[in-house]
T-cell receptor, first 112, second 116 residues
């Protein structure tokens, strides 16, 4: 157990819908990363937050957004979902930008 | 931009034998970190080993070792005495040492099958 908790573990939803994925980082970790793992794109970095502020952005679609709350948990919001958004979404956390990041078990999103 | 390439989509090894997984990367940076992650069927991403680019000595963690060739931009993973539990997908990853982000850039992954 990495100490990073992601909910839900599985999510099935229809095209056009909106979902929210939640991540609770390890206790004391200020930095949260979101990654998407899909069959065609592999593992891709989406976005990073550090102590509530956006720190880095990858190839994140405009339909996707994220935030980190004062208690340091983070949410990834996916809207206007398409079939191609079906993927495994990982959250990782680390104490700061330089330390090792630990991954959660991921949320499997299926868009039907 | 940095890229990471794993040219072996699948590999297989006999239990107790040794296998080497390949990884190459492209970067103009001189200081960075390289990692190997293991993803078993449980989907959990597990850090196997890490290498700092400024260190010439190859990293070793028990049965896992790397061959880091900085000039060739090559970073291979050797698994000795392979065990059934080593069966998983393995990802090579790159992280800049500079800047203000610890984001990882991953290769496409190599699926390792271990035969009993």
């Amino acid at each position: 157990d990495s100490g990073v908790t992601q909910t839900p573990k599985h999510l099935i939803t229809a095209t056009g819908q909106r979902v929210t994925l939640r991540c609770s980082p390890r206790s004391g970790d200020l930095s949260v990363y979101w990654y998407q793992q899909s069959l065609d794109q592999g593992l891709q970095f989406l976005i990073q937050y550090y102590n509530g502020e956006e720190r880095a952005k990858g190839n994140i679609l405009e339909r996707f957004s994220a935030q980190q709350f004062p208690d340091l948990h983070s949410e990834l919001n996916l809207s206007s979902l398409e079939l191609g958004d079906s993927a495994l979404y990982f959250c990782a956390s680390s104490p700061d930008t330089w330390a090792e990041a630990f991954f959660g078990q991921g949320t499997r999103l299926t868009v039907v | 931009a940095q890229t990471v390439t794993q040219s072996q989509p699948e590999m297989s090894v006999q239990e107790a034998e040794t296998v080497t997984l390949s990884c190459t990367y492209d970067t103009s940076e001189s200081d960075y970190y390289l990692f190997w992650y293991k993803q078993p069927p449980s989907r959990q991403m597990i850090l196997v080993i890490r290498q700092e680019a400024y260190k010439q000595q190859n990293a070793t963690e028990n049965r896992f070792s790397v061959n880091f060739q900085k000039a060739a931009k090559s970073f291979s993973l050797k698994i000795s005495d392979s065990q059934l539990g080593d069966a998983a997908m393995y990802f090579c990853a790159y992280r800049s040492a500079g800047g203000n982000t610890g984001k990882l850039i991953f290769g496409q992954g190599t699926t390792l099958q271990v035969k009993p």
